[in-house]
């Protein structure tokens, strides 16, 4: 149970179920807020584009952890639905011209649709089974992409890019301000009637559908709801990186989604952004100072940032299965009850 | 019908490696519930350690092929004593990610020190075309079928008529049953991941015969799942069977559709019966079908 600082007492269910609970609560957020506003004016154009890319891993990462971490449905094809988002918005948006708003919003129910297909097999198999399912999903998709007659090929697609947002001062504003919309969208989630359905089904399923819960609805509705956070994820990525092909959607970028959310803590909010914010930057520093080491030879060089990722992986389910929204929750008791802990 | 013929034998010979990776992955499966991504790893570690003994020290085919089944056997002692032990009573969902991380690791590792460099072994085996009824293909996808054929029958022998064999059977029934007739479960756990990874190494190394070591050999670990979802998670006759059938289905299907589709239908047909399989028979032609109480 969560631990609150002292001296909060309740009297009624909705400050019960508040997410912030005190005054000095709120006014952390908004310091939260503030330091959001004016990070981009401090930051030169290579950290700027690493915080974009965080802010759009963090809404993938967000997706996955309701389907993952709340509905306990595994997926291996999240890339690829970012990337079915990616070129729907592109095509959209290119050959059709709309509005990039409409684009979006487009690209993120068509994404959130054809994550569906691929979780119909959930509605008979489950655990592994269904990671297979995803996996399929993962491979087919990128054939789609490199074989379409419309998608460019191989060498993929042209983002059209709205002048107002070609300065990147304006586009961190409009993703940083999907990412922390979506973050709250995702947190408000888990705690509605269909986010304590999800945990239900996690926990265990058939108790789930013993006390009436439609199983395959709520399965279908966890793989919507990722499917289009995928979806929104990869239309922003691709006004960010300009030129779209099958290289950004790799099995490989879904495995790094799948296990920053391990890292992060699964089943919690905090747990997705930790863990987007860590192994985004672990990745990033890891590179840049295999880079810099003269023993490396630079073929290792280049592979340093997986060998490292797969090893905090591995040592995180070793030695901390819950991840670093647990040690966060340890911590914030540690200061709450400090100095007087008994 | 010679095209189909040729499209077929490729795609047998295949299949029969295919079989052979995914042996390992379902003796794993049975005896510990543990789905193995790094399995495509195994054959990736196979591949280059054989080239290292092979082709750069110069060592002989046999020797080699015996050094490479030593390392390969010892990389799956190292990962299950190391990574797997502290995971029992886990999640399925921690096991998969570990799995997926140590796949990251390996391959990771191997493709930072090798680059990932295409490599050959020596041709010891005679290059003259063999023919079958029109058909026309090199002599190496004999070989190598031969090869993956007795190691196949190899591997059944033991499970059927061996006392380890009968061990790991016996864990795959029930952990409980089988510790309480005195079989170590942990060290079938063991014996069932250094077998898996030696069987993964051999397929490394035919696959790296019939189409030169490169970093691609790790997407054959990932086409072991279309071959055990089909044959049956549990079941090794189904594996061998759903590595030939997977095998045919997609040289077959690749030598017709690639030229109307423009390339690429092997690296994506196989999830496509997965797919299909998945929906309409998911536990397979072979697979135990999982009933489920409260």
Same mark, same amino acid.
Request: aromatic share 14%; net charge neutral.
């Given at each position: 149970?969560?631990?609150?600082?002292?001296?909060?007492?309740?009297?009624?269910?909705?400050?019960?179920?508040?997410?912030?609970?005190?005054?000095?609560?709120?006014?952390?957020?908004?310091?939260?807020?503030?330091?959001?506003?004016?990070?981009?004016?401090?930051?030169?154009?290579?950290?700027?584009?690493?915080?974009?890319?965080?802010?759009?891993?963090?809404?993938?990462?967000?997706?996955?952890?309701?389907?993952?971490?709340?509905?306990?449905?595994?997926?291996?094809?999240?890339?690829?639905?970012?990337?079915?988002?990616?070129?729907?918005?592109?095509?959209?948006?290119?050959?059709?011209?709309?509005?990039?708003?409409?684009?979006?919003?487009?690209?993120?129910?068509?994404?959130?649709?054809?994550?569906?297909?691929?979780?119909?097999?959930?509605?008979?198999?489950?655990?592994?089974?269904?990671?297979?399912?995803?996996?399929?999903?993962?491979?087919?998709?990128?054939?789609?992409?490199?074989?379409?007659?419309?998608?460019?090929?191989?060498?993929?697609?042209?983002?059209?890019?709205?002048?107002?947002?070609?300065?990147?001062?304006?586009?961190?504003?409009?993703?940083?301000?999907?990412?922390?919309?979506?973050?709250?969208?995702?947190?408000?989630?888990?705690?509605?009637?269909?986010?304590?359905?999800?945990?239900?089904?996690?926990?265990?399923?058939?108790?789930?559908?013993?006390?009436?819960?439609?199983?395959?609805?709520?399965?279908?509705?966890?793989?919507?709801?990722?499917?289009?956070?995928?979806?929104?994820?990869?239309?922003?990525?691709?006004?960010?990186?300009?030129?779209?092909?099958?290289?950004?959607?790799?099995?490989?970028?879904?495995?790094?989604?799948?296990?920053?959310?391990?890292?992060?803590?699964?089943?919690?909010?905090?747990?997705?952004?930790?863990?987007?914010?860590?192994?985004?930057?672990?990745?990033?520093?890891?590179?840049?100072?295999?880079?810099?080491?003269?023993?490396?030879?630079?073929?290792?060089?280049?592979?340093?940032?997986?060998?490292?990722?797969?090893?905090?992986?591995?040592?995180?389910?070793?030695?901390?299965?819950?991840?670093?929204?647990?040690?966060?929750?340890?911590?914030?008791?540690?200061?709450?009850?400090?100095?007087?802990?008994? | 019908?010679?095209?189909?013929?040729?499209?077929?034998?490729?795609?047998?010979?295949?299949?029969?490696?295919?079989?052979?990776?995914?042996?390992?992955?379902?003796?794993?499966?049975?005896?510990?519930?543990?789905?193995?991504?790094?399995?495509?790893?195994?054959?990736?570690?196979?591949?280059?350690?054989?080239?290292?003994?092979?082709?750069?020290?110069?060592?002989?085919?046999?020797?080699?092929?015996?050094?490479?089944?030593?390392?390969?056997?010892?990389?799956?002692?190292?990962?299950?004593?190391?990574?797997?032990?502290?995971?029992?009573?886990?999640?399925?969902?921690?096991?998969?990610?570990?799995?997926?991380?140590?796949?990251?690791?390996?391959?990771?590792?191997? !493709? @930072? $020190?090798?680059?990932?460099?295409?490599? %050959?072994?020596?041709?010891? &085996?005679?290059? =003259?075309?063999?023919? #079958? /009824? +029109?058909?026309?293909?090199?002599?190496?996808?004999?070989?190598?079928?031969?090869?993956?054929?007795?190691?196949?029958?190899?591997?059944?022998?033991?499970?059927?008529?061996?006392?380890?064999?009968?061990?790991?059977?016996?864990?795959?029934?029930?952990?409980?049953?089988?510790?309480? !007739? @005195? $079989?170590?479960?942990?060290?079938?756990? %063991?014996?069932?991941?250094? &077998?898996?990874? =030696?069987?993964?190494? #051999? /397929? +490394?190394?035919?696959?790296?015969?019939?189409?030169?070591?490169?970093?691609?050999?790790?997407?054959?670990?990932?086409?072991?799942?279309?071959?055990?979802?089909?044959?049956?998670?549990?079941?090794?006759?189904?594996?061998?069977?759903?590595?030939?059938?997977?095998?045919?289905?997609?040289?077959?299907?690749?030598?017709?559709?690639?030229?109307?589709?423009?390339?690429?239908?092997?690296?994506?047909?196989?999830? #496509?019966?997965?797919?299909?399989?998945?929906?309409?028979?998911?536990?397979?032609?072979?697979?135990?079908?999982?009933?489920?109480?409260?």
């Amino acid at each position: 149970m969560e631990q609150l600082p002292c001296g909060v007492s309740k009297s009624t269910y909705a400050q019960d179920m508040a997410v912030i609970h005190t005054h000095t609560q709120w006014g952390l957020l908004g310091i939260l807020f503030a330091f959001l506003c004016v990070l981009p004016f401090f930051l030169d154009s290579l950290w700027l584009g690493i915080v974009i890319h965080i802010s759009i891993v963090l809404i993938a990462v967000l997706g996955l952890h309701i389907l993952t971490g709340l509905c306990g449905q595994i997926s291996l094809g999240q890339a690829a639905f970012l990337g079915v988002g990616a070129y729907v918005s592109t095509l959209l948006s290119a050959k059709l011209q709309f509005p990039l708003p409409i684009s979006i919003i487009c690209a993120a129910i068509f994404t959130g649709f054809f994550g569906i297909i691929f979780g119909l097999p959930a509605l008979r198999v489950k655990g592994f089974y269904l990671a297979m399912s995803t996996l399929a999903a993962q491979f087919i998709i990128i054939y789609l992409f490199i074989h379409l007659p419309f998608a460019g090929g191989s060498r993929g697609l042209f983002v059209p890019i709205p002048q107002f947002l070609e300065s990147k001062i304006n586009l961190y504003f409009i993703i940083m301000g999907m990412a922390v919309l979506m973050t709250a969208f995702a947190k408000n989630i888990s705690r509605t009637k269909a986010g304590r359905i999800f945990v239900a089904i996690r926990d265990n399923d058939l108790a789930a559908e013993v006390i009436g819960i439609r199983l395959s609805y709520y399965k279908l509705l966890a793989f919507f709801i990722c499917s289009v956070y995928a979806g929104i994820a990869g239309a922003l990525y691709s006004l960010y990186i300009g030129h779209i092909n099958y290289e950004h959607f790799t099995l490989m970028d879904s495995i790094w989604y799948l296990g920053m959310l391990v890292v992060g803590g699964l089943g919690s909010t905090s747990g997705a952004v930790f863990g987007a914010i860590f192994i985004s930057f672990l990745s990033k520093g890891t590179s840049l100072l295999a880079a810099q080491m003269p023993i490396l030879s630079p073929q290792l060089a280049s592979t340093t940032g997986i060998i490292v990722f797969g090893l905090i992986l591995i040592l995180f389910l070793i030695f901390e299965p819950r991840g670093l929204s647990h040690r966060w929750e340890i911590f914030k008791k540690f200061y709450r009850i400090w100095p007087f802990s008994y | 019908m010679t095209l189909f013929l040729q499209f077929a034998i490729a795609g047998i010979t295949m299949g029969v490696v295919y079989s052979l990776i995914a042996l390992g992955f379902v003796l794993i499966y049975k005896s510990s519930k543990i789905l193995n991504f790094a399995q495509g790893e195994f054959v990736l570690v196979g591949g280059y350690v054989g080239l290292f003994f092979i082709t750069q020290l110069g060592l002989p085919i046999w020797l080699g092929v015996i050094l490479l089944i030593a390392t390969s056997g010892l990389l799956g002692f190292a990962i299950e004593k190391l990574t797997i032990r502290p995971l029992v009573g886990q999640p399925i969902l921690s096991i998969i990610i570990m799995t997926l991380g140590l796949s990251l690791l390996i391959s990771g590792t191997v !493709v @930072g $020190i090798t680059g990932a460099d295409i490599g %050959t072994y020596p041709e010891f &085996i005679p290059t =003259a075309p063999i023919h #079958i /009824g +029109g058909a026309v293909f090199s002599q190496v996808y004999a070989w190598c079928f031969g090869i993956a054929v007795i190691l196949v029958a190899l591997s059944t022998y033991f499970f059927l008529h061996t006392r380890y064999g009968l061990y790991m059977r016996a864990t795959a029934e029930s952990h409980e049953v089988a510790q309480s !007739v @005195g $079989i170590k479960v942990e060290n079938t756990f %063991t014996l069932a991941w250094i &077998i898996a990874s =030696a069987i993964g190494g #051999i /397929g +490394g190394f035919l696959l790296g015969i019939i189409m030169g070591v490169s970093g691609d050999l790790t997407q054959f670990g990932l086409k072991v799942f279309p071959v055990v979802l089909l044959g049956g998670l549990e079941s090794i006759p189904g594996a061998i069977i759903g590595g030939m059938v997977i095998g045919v289905l997609e040289n077959v299907a690749a030598g017709y559709l690639d030229p109307l589709v423009g390339g690429g239908v092997t690296e994506v047909f196989p999830y #496509i019966i997965m797919v299909i399989i998945l929906i309409f028979k998911p536990y397979g032609l072979f697979g135990l079908t999982r009933i489920e109480r409260i």
